[in-house]
């Protein structure tokens, strides 16, 4: 994700035309997260820094070659502002609501006829956006559930994992014991996340923009209560969107036929985070690399990883085939899933 970041110093513009309206204090320094796509879903290409002083009734910013004003309304439930660049002569203009999350948002257009979604945050309670980003602020307090923001800015409350391999580590998916295989697409997965990645009930997925994240990690055959410390995992570090969003996909049998065709457009993965010798091509067997068509059936499982530790059955879950087995395998050849182990998908 590119981020442009600038400083904005806010001063109150006297004698406005809002001169009736009842002063409220209007400061603190405040992130502005803007994209270019108008389509309700906030993607943070640009982010602002400014540092507000005022009031509700009218604010305005400066910059060397830009020109801020704005105002809310009289409960400060709506805003609206502009912002003009002295050089070109363009405008943007802003407006939109505070949503229950208590941060602003809404649309923006410019006199050019470009337009996009914008949110802003207070930065005294700034909006973290990934767990990676709670551990970096010094605001972790071990693993546990904590509150996050979503594209839209509105709160989503996570599991996060603050302690293995460095920690930062947000739970993206869960694939429950009792859970029957068959998954077409990851739009079939609920939006409820789960937070008790010991026993997880909820199959879900998260849908959202993946550009917050860089690394990725899978764990599969978890026994319920015991955790996922059996070492059947795939990770990977560095990745860029699109290979999160393949890792995604690979959640849905259809979706990695579609996304996935050959083996080899599987992003590669390794069995041991700190040992790069364990790095294998489409995160598979490699004696599966050798297979064509007639043998390799994208849709019979999902998951990222395909039979990584020397044995066959060892993948998140059952697809097309064999769609009534239950949860996650217990990575055992030729035993099928039996409703007693989960998998989980991490990212960070």
């Known amino acids: 994700m590119s981020s442009y970041r ?10 406005s035309a809002f001169a009736n309206q009842t002063s409220t204090q209007f400061d603190g320094t405040y992130l502005l997260n803007m994209d270019n796509h108008h389509n309700g879903v906030l993607v ?13 009734r009218h604010f305005i910013a400066t910059t060397e070659n830009k020109i801020l004003s704005g105002s809310t309304s009289l409960n400060g439930t709506s805003i609206r502002f502009e912002v003009s660049d002295l050089v070109s002569g363009q405008s943007q203009y802003f407006s939109g609501h505070r949503g229950t999350s208590g941060h602003y948002q809404g649309s923006w257009h410019s006199d050019d006829g470009r337009a996009g979604d914008w949110g802003m945050v207070n930065a005294a309670d700034e909006a973290f956006r990934t767990c990676q980003q709670i551990l970096d602020a010094g605001a972790s307090i071990g ?3 904590y509150q996050i923001v979503d594209d839209n800015d509105e709160p989503l409350s996570v599991y996060c994992d603050m302690t293995t391999h460095g920690g930062g580590w947000t739970l993206v998916g869960s694939y429950p014991n009792k859970e029957p295989g068959g998954k077409a697409r990851i739009s079939d997965y609920g939006s409820d996340p789960e937070t008790n990645p010991l026993a997880p009930t909820k199959l879900w997925l998260y849908q959202g923009d993946l550009t917050r994240f860089a690394d990725a990690r899978e764990q599969i055959a978890c026994p319920v209560g015991a955790g996922c410390n059996n070492n059947k995992n795939a990770f990977a570090d560095n990745l860029t969107t699109q290979e999160l969003d393949l890792i995604r996909y690979s959640w849905g049998f259809l979706d990695r036929g579609d996304y996935m065709k050959e083996l080899r457009e599987i992003p590669s993965c390794r069995t041991d985070y700190d040992d790069a010798s364990t790095a294998k091509v ?6 599966y690399l050798a297979w064509d068509d007639d043998v390799y059936r994208s849709s019979y499982q999902v998951g990222w990883q395909i039979d990584l530790y020397g044995t066959t059955h060892c993948w998140v879950a059952r697809g097309s085939y064999n769609s009534d087995k239950l949860g996650s395998t217990s990575c055992i050849s030729k035993v099928e899933p039996n409703g007693q182990n989960f998998a989980l998908l991490w990212m960070r």
């Open 6 to 15: 600038t400083l904005l110093s806010l001063a109150v513009l006297s004698g």
């Open 44 to 56: 943070n290409d640009l982010t602002f820094d400014f540092t507000m002083q005022g009031f509700s």
């Open 143 to 145: 693993d546990g559930v």
């Open 282 to 287: 489409g995160c598979v067997n490699p004696d």
